[in-house]
């Protein structure tokens, strides 16, 4: 059979398998039973181009079941996932729903369309703390990443978040926004404002729950220091098109 790798993002892991990546998003959301049920973001990997890859113990473990059934994952790390995973590694990304619908991302250049003067990013790896932050994604990657200073990390993860109104105006009504505790947003996209040297400022410490998919802005992003990688989430006219089954999927709490 066929063998796959993946990075999953949440929680951070190093896996094999012998499913497909739909077949796999599957799995890691809902189970073979049905009985499990959660949402899941991960991407495909060239294995060629990962480093100590545990050929050994893959090839021991990732054996089909005696009935002829596919192994469906063999963790090979839980720890440092991302920051020991080169860039060039990274195939194409996906997001599964919490009922087993999976979308798929693919790698793209980024051009910024609309010049916000504040930003929004949720990051997953190393840490997972939502940001508001004057800086571009491109310039976020490269403040995150400068190892020079005291706090950083070798390589994150992020997607960046709507914001809307509140870009420019951090009174204006959320509208369907549904971020908790919306007035300590407010608080801190006037206070990155009124401090001109200051360029983010924590949000939330930490993610809690699962990312509300119709939040997305552009898309994700994953780099260190000058090089990221890029993928746009899409459009809405996309989403109630091409993807539907998955959008209805995404914007329904099915557990």
Request: a neutral charge; glycine letters at 4%; proline letters at 7%.
């Amino acid at each position: 059979m066929k063998k796959y790798y993946y990075l999953v993002v949440t929680p951070e892991s190093l896996i094999a398998s012998h499913l497909n990546p739909f077949d796999f998003g599957n799995y890691l959301s809902v189970g073979t039973r049905k009985q499990i049920h959660g949402q899941n973001i991960f991407f495909e990997l060239d294995h060629e181009k990962l480093t100590d890859l545990p050929v050994k113990h893959i090839d021991k473990e990732l054996v089909p079941y005696p009935n002829g059934e596919p192994k469906r994952s063999v963790f090979f790390s839980i720890y440092r996932c991302l920051e020991k995973t080169p860039l060039s590694a990274l195939k194409n990304l996906y997001l599964s729903t919490d009922d087993g619908k999976v979308l798929e991302l693919k790698s793209s250049d980024y051009e910024e369309t609309e010049l916000d003067d504040v930003h929004l990013y949720q990051q997953f790896n190393p840490i997972s703390t939502r940001v508001a932050s004057k800086l571009s994604p491109d310039k976020f990657i490269r403040f995150i990443t400068d190892t020079s200073k005291p706090v950083s990390a070798p390589k994150v993860m992020f997607v960046e978040l709507l914001l809307n109104e509140l870009a420019a105006d951090p009174n204006a009504p959320l509208h369907n926004l549904p971020y908790p505790n919306p007035d300590h947003l407010r608080e801190c996209l006037i206070k990155l404002n009124e401090i001109q040297e200051k360029s983010t400022k924590t949000v939330l410490r930490y993610m809690q729950g699962d990312l509300k998919y119709r939040t997305i802005k552009t898309g994700f992003f994953i780099g260190e220091k000058d090089r990221f990688l890029y993928y746009q989430f899409p459009t809405i006219n996309e989403l109630e098109g091409k993807y539907y089954t998955w959008w209805r999927s995404a914007l329904t709490q099915h557990f």
